[in-house]
């Protein structure tokens, strides 16, 4: 029979670290998987992902009132046409 493996014990104070490195980590994934997309659509790929406003905003840089605007955009775009831009309308 095969040895059984000891669970590894993460020490309490490295915890902290460890979510921190993680959140980097996601951070970093979100920022690869939406570059050289439009803005609105980065909003969105990383809405779907599961990033919320916050972390979108974190993100992309920019604010978290951008980002729900621009998921506005993104969700209720006119059917039969290109997703508009962020940053207002087209004159």
């Known amino acids: 029979m095969a040895a059984r493996r000891k ?7 490295s915890q902290p670290r460890a979510d921190f490195e993680l959140g980097r ?3 970093l994934l979100g ?3 939406t570059k050289e997309l ?3 659509e980065q909003v969105g790929r990383l809405r779907a992902i599961g990033f919320a406003n916050v972390e ?4 992309l840089g920019i ?4 980002v729900g605007v621009a998921l506005h955009d993104y969700k ?3 059917k ?3 997703r508009p831009k962020a940053g207002g309308t087209d004159l």
Do not use: C, M, Y
């Open 80 to 82: 039969g046409s290109s």
């Open 25 to 27: 980590i996601a951070r």
């Open 38 to 40: 439009p803005q609105i």
């Open 63 to 66: 604010t978290s009132n951008h």
């Open 31 to 33: 920022l690869i998987a």
């Open 76 to 78: 209720f775009k006119p």
């Open 7 to 13: 669970a590894v014990e993460v020490p309490e104070e």
């Open 56 to 59: 979108n905003a974190d993100i």
